[in-house]
């Protein structure tokens, strides 16, 4: 999905979080429009700039069996 330039979208007066702030807002807002449209139950949602570590997935597979079944949303970081 292509990022929403929050240089080309300016934000509202109300918002004060940045620019950048406001594409990613955007952004995650249409993936998430997307997924529930579509009927997609779970969408995971990275940055291209995210790193991960060699172990990533053994990791989140072990940290969300702890996850509450009835969590809507979880933000990792």
Known sequence: LAAVDGERVPPPTWWHCGTGAWGCFHTHFAIIERALAEGIDS???????????PDFSERATKFLEYVPANWGMLYLG
């Open 43 to 53: 969408i995971l949602i990275f940055e291209d700039d995210a790193l991960f570590p």
